[in-house]
């Protein structure tokens, strides 16, 4: 079983920067994606960056320019957020989200796992 720790949140003046992590363990495998996502207060989660195992890197169309998502290698699945700029519309429950891909006789499986979540919160 996957499990994701985040770790980083917390609270930041407008303009100012955080870094969030996240580390997988119960695996030996590299996940396929490994991904942020936000959930703010009466809104829907939404993607905020992704991550794939082969180098492609998708952020949303609000935070590009802003937040950067990148995966260590040498710490095999590990991912930050790096959020500079930040804004009072970031403040949020900030989640991870990892897929774990496996293919058996030919059929493509992926499982979910998400984090718990930390919490970003961008006021003066």
């Known amino acids: 079983q996957v499990q994701l720790v985040e770790s980083g949140g917390g609270l930041v003046q407008p303009g100012g920067s955080l870094r969030l992590s996240c580390a997988a363990s119960?695996?030996?495998?590299?996940?396929?994606?490994m991904a942020w996502y936000r959930q703010a207060p009466g809104k829907q989660r939404e993607l905020v960056a992704n991550?794939?195992?082969?180098?492609?890197?998708?952020a949303t169309a609000s935070v590009e320019g802003r937040f950067t998502i990148s995966r260590d290698n040498a710490k095999k699945n590990v991912v930050y957020l790096h959020m500079n700029n930040l804004k009072p519309e970031d403040t949020a429950v900030y989640y991870c989200?990892?897929?774990?891909?496996?293919?058996?006789?030919?059929?493509?499986?992926?499982?979910?796992?998400w984090g718990q979540g930390t919490q970003v919160t961008v006021s003066s």
């Open positions: 119960g695996t030996i495998f590299t996940l396929y994606t």
């Open positions: 991550s794939t195992r082969g180098g492609t890197i998708d």
């Open positions: 989200h990892a897929v774990r891909r496996t293919v058996q006789a030919g059929t493509v499986y992926d499982y979910d796992y």
